[in-house]
């Protein structure tokens, strides 16, 4: 199966640099694993879609989620050819079904 070309908006890129920046403060080798992490999550989510899960809090949504151990949530649609990844959080924080917007 062909993967989905791999799209972030300027929210999920801003947000996942901003979770990456926080971390790399007090540990750049857990910042550089976790981005690692994330990375293959989305590559793998890029080759098959249905893998992450739907949203518990809008299970109605067709957007899915996946989370990478052990704080980060990421958020995605499928729109074609394309995986959108909209969002991302720390998987602590209150979601917002707003931040699910292209």
Request: net charge neutral.
């Amino acid at each position: 199966m062909a993967a989905l070309k791999l799209r972030l908006t300027q929210t999920a890129s801003r947000r996942l640099d901003e979770l990456l920046g926080f971390i790399a403060q007090d540990n750049p080798e857990a910042a550089d694993k976790l981005s690692g992490a994330i990375t293959a999550a989305l590559e793998r989510v890029a080759v098959f879609p249905a893998s992450g899960r739907r949203i518990p809090e809008a299970p109605e949504r067709p957007e899915r989620e996946v989370v990478v151990p052990p704080c980060v949530r990421i958020f995605y649609r499928v729109d074609g050819k394309t995986l959108w990844v909209l969002f991302a959080m720390r998987a602590e924080q209150e979601f917002h079904v707003e931040g699910l917007e292209l």
